[in-house]
């Protein structure tokens, strides 16, 4: 039992992440692109410089549930998947250093560079992060050791790849939203008509990305096996639909909130999906990494879920005060400000 609450709350604070750090992640990759002059990219800075850091909380936190939780699982993750997530890390840490280090000078070639080491430390993690959900879904090539069989090519497989382009454009249509949220004017125009645009190739790849989950993953079996679980896919499907109607009606928070449940439904998907698997293998499935094998001990996981029940809330109060405080358009006339982002 304790191993079941401990997985679903793992995908949980998976999803609660990709929720939150996608909408920064989706709009640092735009950043060159989208704004046309030096007020438009900082108005984009300034609309992700205050939540960025504590969005990465969530990273923090679902990892070292992963290490506590599955000390298996996680052992066998960063093995098979070391050369990505280090490709991540070092993403994550040069995104981190340019929203920092961009304002410090005002010359244009400096903020320039920053501005592209911002997309490309966004763009990365939002690609891998799905080509590496997307292996899990479908099966890595483990022994009954957890030794992984394969290299990073073996990764960059075409579901893989799948996988990572629709988390990619999820996020890019989620931070155009954000964008729309903050902004006024033309750049809120052009945020709207960049996020329709996007959200066509989103349904695209969410097609491609269901279909192939058919032919290449088990994920279905549990759903199959227990009908009910299908409203996750179908709430997912209802919330894209809707997100579209609101982008065309110019209501930019319940079009990003329906985004975020869009993001939210699709995490859960796979990992109800995956249940009882962390894992699995595609060599033979005796060998998957299960909530029954790679789990800690039932006094660490009692111990955990207190400590659980205790901190998360003060967090999302926390965090939600801060979106609160910050929950405002950012004007022209808030970049000249020393304090500001």
């Known amino acids: 039992m304790l191993e079941t609450i401990w997985f ?3 995908g949980l604070l998976w999803a609660i992440y990709f929720m939150l750090d996608g909408f920064d992640l989706g709009l640092g990759t735009l950043m060159p692109f989208l704004g046309k002059n030096e007020k438009e990219r900082q108005l984009m800075h300034s609309s992700v410089a205050p939540f960025w850091d504590g969005n990465e909380v969530w990273l923090i936190t679902a990892g070292g549930v992963t290490f506590a939780a599955f000390p298996g699982a996680y052992a066998v993750l960063f093995s098979a998947f070391y050369t990505p997530l280090m490709i ?7 995104r981190a250093v340019s929203i920092e280090f961009r304002n410090k000078r005002e010359d244009r070639p400096w903020r320039s560079l920053w501005d592209i080491a911002t997309a490309m430390g966004s763009f990365l993690p939002a690609l891998l992060f799905g080509v590496a959900f997307a292996n899990i879904f479908k099966g890595i090539p483990i022994d009954a050791d957890g030794v992984f069989h394969g290299t990073i090519l073996t990764l960059l497989n075409p579901y893989g790849i799948a996988g990572g382009l629709f988390f990619l454009f999820l996020f890019l249509v989620h931070g155009t939203l954000w964008l729309a949220i903050k902004s006024e004017g033309e750049l809120q125009k052009r945020a709207i008509e960049t996020a329709k645009r996007l959200w066509v190739i989103l349904v695209i790849f969410a097609v491609i990305f269901l279909i192939s ?3 290449f993953t088990t994920l279905y079996s549990n759903y199959v096996n227990h009908p009910f679980l299908f409203v996750v896919p179908f709430i997912a499907v209802c919330a894209l639909f809707l997100t579209r109607y609101f ?6 928070w319940p079009a990003w909130l329906l985004s975020s449940l869009v993001i939210m439904c699709s995490t859960l998907f796979g990992v109800i999906g995956l249940y009882p698997n962390l894992l699995p293998s595609s060599i033979n499935p005796a060998y998957s990494i299960t909530i029954s094998n790679s ?3 039932p006094l660490t996981l009692k111990i955990m879920l207190v400590v659980a029940i205790i901190f998360v809330p003060v967090v999302i109060i926390y965090q939600s005060w801060v ?4 929950s405002g358009k950012i004007k022209e006339g808030d970049l000249e400000h020393e304090e500001t982002y």
């Open 8 to 10: 679903l709350l793992w």
């Open 88 to 94: 991540i890390l070092f993403a994550l840490i040069i």
């Open 213 to 215: 989950t058919a032919f």
């Open 247 to 252: 982008m065309n009606t110019n209501f930019c």
């Open 295 to 297: 789990s800690s001990s």
């Open 323 to 326: 979106y609160k405080i910050f």
